[in-house]
Every structure is written in structure tokens, then in C-alpha cells.
């Protein structure tokens, strides 16, 4: 992917959720919301503070996020349909056990 955002901005791939709910009832299309959780493609550098220093970004490509409903700009690169947001509209970042443990 020739793609790298700018500053504190980050590049995410939606995660799709379930096609069923836990009573096993298939949720149609036309039903479904947008997914506010994904994985990060690609990282900015990161935004400077008031001495032109860099801040450090809290996420890396890789990890799982929790973002807002109507957070970031929908773009498409080589054909994928992806978000750009500001670290800022990130919520959380969602850990599997092993690692909230080893933290």
C-alpha cells in the first residue's frame, strides 16, 4: 500500500462484526450498522507539540481500536474502502487477555 498518513492521523480497516446475534437470529444487511471497531493499517509520524518535538503516537499498525460512530473520513486506496482519523477520535484499543495481562 503506497498510503501513509500525515501528523497524528491514522489509516484503519473496519472490522466486520457477526452476521448473527447470541440467539443465533441472522442480522440482514439492511439492518446492520457500520462497525465503530478496527485495525490499523498505518500510522503518522505524529503531531509536534509548541518546541516543533514530535508526540510520540499511542497506537501501531496492528493493533485493534474502538472509534467513534461517525469518527474519521471514509477514502479508498487500491480499491479497499478504508478510515483516516485523528488519533484523538480513537476511543480505546481493544487487548486480547495475554496481552491486558502482560501490561
Known amino acids: 500500500m503506497a498510503f501513509t498518513p500525515l501528523h497524528d492521523r491514522v489509516l484503519v480497516r473496519r472490522v466486520e462484526s457477526d452476521e448473527k446475534t447470541k440467539g443465533g437470529l441472522i442480522i440482514p444487511d439492511s439492518a446492520k450498522e457500520k462497525p465503530a471497531e478496527g485495525m490499523i493499517v498505518a500510522v ?8 516543533g518535538e514530535r508526540i510520540a503516537m499511542d497506537v501501531k499498525e496492528g493493533d485493534r481500536i474502538l472509534f467513534g460512530k461517525w469518527s ?12 483516516i482519523m485523528k488519533e484523538s477520535d480513537i476511543l480505546g484499543i481493544i487487548g486480547d487477555s495475554a496481552t491486558a495481562k502482560a501490561a
Open 44 to 51: 503518522g509520524a505524529g503531531a509536534r507539540d509548541e518546541d
Open 72 to 83: 474519521g473520513t471514509e477514502i479508498s486506496v487500491d480499491g479497499e474502502e478504508l478510515l
